[in-house]
């Protein structure tokens, strides 16, 4: 089993820049694909962005690419979401994911492990 915890969260103003962190509780997390999701008042959670378990390879949802940037600290159990630009319609929660199921096109269509979530809010 494995804890997924997120930290970084909070409310910004548009235009500002976050990074989330997803710590994990224990080593075997190196193994794994992770990612973030995030869900919308009112809205299905949706994928955001994913890693693969060594780091060489990422993938983006079309929505937010160009301005996210996921990356990983094998040595500290952690991957990191760096969001630049924050726009109002970023609010959500985000929640931290983690995969032991093939890369395939990195939209971690199975997910093992979910995180707690912690909420963003971008004001205008």
């Not at 500002?16 to 794994?32: E, F, G």
């Not at 969001?83 to 093992?112: F, H």
Request: hydrophobic share 35%; aromatic share 8%.
């Amino acid at each position: 089993q494995v804890q997924l915890a997120e930290s970084g969260g909070g409310l910004v103003q548009a235009g500002a820049s976050l990074r989330l962190s997803c710590a994990a509780s224990r080593r075997a997390s190196i193994s794994l694909a992770m990612g973030w999701f995030r869900q919308a008042p009112g809205k299905e959670r949706e994928f955001v962005g994913s890693i693969n378990w060594d780091g060489d390879m990422t993938a983006y949802a079309d929505s937010v690419k160009g301005r996210l940037t996921i990356s990983r600290d094998n040595a500290r159990d952690t991957v990191y979401l760096q969001i630049d630009s924050l726009k109002p319609e970023d609010t959500a929660v985000y929640y931290c994911a983690a995969s032991g199921g093939p890369w395939g096109n990195g939209n971690l269509a199975r997910v093992d492990y979910w995180g707690q979530g912690t909420q963003v809010t971008v004001s205008p």
